[in-house]
């Protein structure tokens, strides 16, 4: 008699399987060709000039911004997309923990998180100033400082229901902060030489400004795998502080805070976060075999780009448009804010 029951439990999740995967089937699909168009273009590249002048990372966020700009996806892509510019990044960067050696990155010392730690509070209060100086209200002041100062729209969305923030807030926040993101990408190496920065002071610079985690991935691993390893490090340090920036604002609006549910781990620290750390240091003490490592970042790097592909066709230009002035200088002012900061510390 239990027979039936589980046969049919067993096909009905069998079937919601069938549904995601045929939701996520068509994004995936587009996200996985601009890759590979990426791809073709960075081999392209290294047999013209030796080197690839702009890395897969970086052209497949372009690929993705002008197919985004020329040809709108389809409703029935979306799903996939947002699934591999989000869940598949959050894999890569787990698996970049296999490849990243511990002891280099932390070769600085307490000093550096300490750094880490004041530059984001700083950032967070100059953002503030700006915007408020700019007049944009409260809570979309609180969104820009978060966002720019933290990790970009997952700090927004975690925020967000804190403060009660409208939803035209939350937009307004997000679309242009998205569009610098990847003019930083193209434009913070570029700094390297006048301010003579060492691969690993360039990794910290990019680890502290740039507004989301993919974006610190092609801003810095094109520039030197150490640059990479050391930005990603430092960038997932700064996702940390969304826990106490959370709290804290959770503790000055109370009231819209208790809407918010049961506490959960993973609202403040992110799995991918934890996992990065754990097989770091499962590196660290040899307990991932040396021939995995080239393996896990291999793998990493082609989820990577294809992340990159999905965050490209993301970005809609258009919404420059839409945003307000004032949003745009606050966001911009507050970049340079945190630029200066960065330079600064190292």
């Known amino acids: 008699m239990t ?18 995967v045929g939701a996520l089937a068509p994004g995936v699909a587009l996200a996985i060709a601009v890759s590979l168009a990426s791809l073709a273009i960075a081999a392209g ?26 040809w709108a996806p389809p409703a029935a892509a979306e799903a996939g997309v947002r699934f591999s510019a989000k869940q598949v990044l959050e894999v890569a960067i787990f698996l970049l923990g296999a490849s990243v050696d511990l ?15 004041l530059l984001v509070v700083l950032g967070i209060c100059a953002s503030y100033g700006i915007s408020r100086a700019l007049g944009l209200p409260h809570t979309l002041a609180v969104l820009v400082a978060c966002g720019n100062s ?22 307004s926040s997000i679309a ?6 990847v003019v930083v990408v193209l434009g913070l190496p570029l700094l390297i030489h ?15 400004t740039v507004y989301a985690v993919p ?22 340090v700064r996702v940390l502080m969304l826990g106490p920036v959370v709290l804290f604002f959770a503790l000055t609006h109370r009231e819209a805070a208790a809407s918010r549910g049961p506490f959960r781990l993973t609202r403040f620290v992110p799995w991918f976060i934890i996992g990065f750390l754990a097989l770091a240091c499962l590196r660290s003490t040899g307990a991932i075999p040396a021939a995995w490592v080239s393996a896990t970042r291999a793998l990493s790097s082609w989820l990577t780009v294809g992340a990159m592909a999905a965050l490209g066709l993301g970005v809609d230009l258009k919404a420059i448009s839409r945003v307000g ?13 945190l630029l200066v900061l960065a330079v600064s510390l190292i």
């Open 325 to 337: 002035r004032p949003v745009i200088e606050a966001v911009t002012g507050s970049l340079l804010v």
């Open 150 to 171: 933290i990790c970009g729209n997952s700090a927004i969305a975690a925020v967000a229901p804190v403060i009660r923030a409208d939803r035209e807030h939350v937009a």
């Open 3 to 20: 027979a039936a029951p589980i046969s049919q439990t067993s096909r009905a999740q069998r079937s919601a399987i069938r549904r995601t």
């Open 215 to 236: 974006q610190v991935l092609a801003a810095a691993f094109p520039v030197s795998v150490l640059s990479g390893q050391v930005g990603t490090l430092v960038k997932l």
């Open 194 to 208: 006048p301010l003579q920065l060492s691969f690993y002071q360039y990794g910290v610079v990019a680890g502290l």
């Open 45 to 70: 590249e290294q047999r013209a000039f030796g080197h690839p002048v702009i890395e897969a990372l970086v052209v497949a966020i372009l690929v993705g911004m002008v197919v985004r700009t020329l």
């Open 176 to 181: 242009f902060t998205a569009i610098l993101g």
């Open 103 to 117: 002891p280099l990155l932390l070769r600085a010392g307490p000093a550096l998180a300490v750094g880490i730690v």
